[in-house]
């Protein structure tokens, strides 16, 4: 019986570091298909409505907001603790400072580029095409 108990701990202890990475790529995966819905939401709200919508991302907070004009919409995501953003690309904005873009109707949506990251330094990059209006989620490299 204690070399069935040592076989059954040795089998964990080799396969918990793959177990916790799976975990680890998983959340970064769900955190950026949020983010996904997020913009995809917002551009649709401010078509279908034609109102403008504003896209607030604050690294600091490790939030990301979209409000329309008149707070009838109003969607929030609060990544987990695991989950940080590194940097939201196009501009020049000190580290961490919160930005905001408007997503107007009729017109393209901005280029943004949000990139996330776990603690174990897994990373991806959430940008938006302005050409076709579509957001798209890759693996950082």
């Known amino acids: 019986m204690m070399v069935v108990v040592t076989l059954i701990a040795l089998l964990a202890s080799l396969t918990f570091p793959s177990v916790a990475a799976g975990l680890d790529s998983l959340r970064l995966r769900s955190a950026s298909d949020s983010i996904l819905a997020l913009i995809n939401t917002a551009a649709d709200r401010a078509e279908r409505r034609q109102q403008p919508v504003q896209l607030i991302i604050s690294p600091k907070e490790n939030t990301l907001a979209a409000v329309s004009a008149d707070a009838g919409f109003s969607r929030h995501i609060e990544?987990?603790?695991?989950?940080?953003?590194?940097?939201?690309?196009?501009?020049?904005?000190?580290?961490?400072?919160?930005?905001?873009?408007?997503?107007?109707?009729?017109?393209?949506?901005?280029?943004?580029?949000?990139?996330?990251?776990?603690?174990?330094?897994?990373r991806r990059v959430i940008a938006v095409d302005p050409i076709t209006g579509s957001a798209r989620s890759e693996i950082a490299k």
């Open 79 to 122: 990544l987990g603790r695991n989950i940080h953003i590194l940097s939201v690309a196009p501009g020049n904005a000190p580290s961490g400072a919160s930005r905001q873009f408007l997503i107007y109707p009729g017109g393209t949506v901005p280029a943004i580029a949000i990139e996330i990251a776990t603690a174990a330094g897994h």
